[in-house]
């Protein structure tokens, strides 16, 4: 089970890499960012459309937790995304707003668990229908997919000559 410090050095760590490979995206042209490079989402713009898809709809969960998280009301006035490839944007700028926005709700978030709240349950059913439960482990692996899909655009934009830097959480840890 994660600590409460774990979730917050995670969100801090999530939204400093979040700045800094929009920021690397951002050097390269439109058609670069769009061009379809064999990830499993096509291309650097469809692979960061797919994280903002799927952080999405884990803050609209988590919004379901008992504690009812106030840092969580302004994700349910966003749409929820009608799959894990929706285009939130095909412009980076827009979409690198959009991001910031949920970069600072995960924040919030995790200034606001509480130790105990790690372990209540979130119950929810997945798109196979499985149900699932456990906060802590599901804010892990919340945070494991976003680190997952970074991972494939650093290397999606070192392909394309852009260096990200370091990406490692090393780098965070005090």
């Given at each position: 089970m994660p600590t409460r410090e774990d979730i917050v050095l995670l969100a801090s760590y999530n939204a400093s890499?979040?700045?800094?490979?929009?920021?690397?995206?951002?050097?390269?042209?439109?058609?670069?960012?769009?061009?379809?490079?064999?990830?499993?989402?096509?291309?650097?713009?469809?692979?960061?459309?797919?994280?903002?898809?799927?952080?999405?709809?884990?803050?609209?969960?988590?919004?379901?937790?008992?504690?009812?998280?106030?840092?969580?009301?302004?994700?349910?006035?966003?749409?929820?995304?009608?799959?894990?490839?929706?285009?939130?944007?095909?412009?980076?700028?827009?979409?690198?707003?959009?991001?910031?926005?949920?970069?600072?709700?995960?924040?919030?978030l995790a200034a606001e668990i509480s130790e105990s709240d790690l372990g209540l349950q979130v119950c929810y059913r997945n798109a196979r229908g499985d149900r699932r439960t456990y906060f802590g482990p599901l804010l892990l692996h919340f945070f494991n997919h976003q680190t997952h899909h970074r991972g494939q655009v650093s290397t999606l934009l070192s392909q394309a000559g852009v260096d990200v830097g370091v990406t490692d959480l090393l780098a965070w840890i005090p």
């Open positions: 890499m979040n700045q800094q490979v929009y920021s690397a995206a951002a050097t390269l042209p439109k058609e670069a960012l769009a061009a379809d490079r064999g990830a499993f989402f096509g291309s650097i713009l469809g692979t960061l459309n797919h994280i903002v898809a799927g952080d999405t709809i884990w803050l609209r969960r988590f919004a379901a937790h008992p504690s009812g998280f106030a840092s969580l009301a302004a994700v349910l006035d966003m749409p929820a995304p009608a799959s894990l490839a929706h285009i939130h944007s095909e412009d980076l700028a827009s979409l690198t707003a959009h991001r910031a926005r949920l970069d600072a709700i995960i924040t919030a």
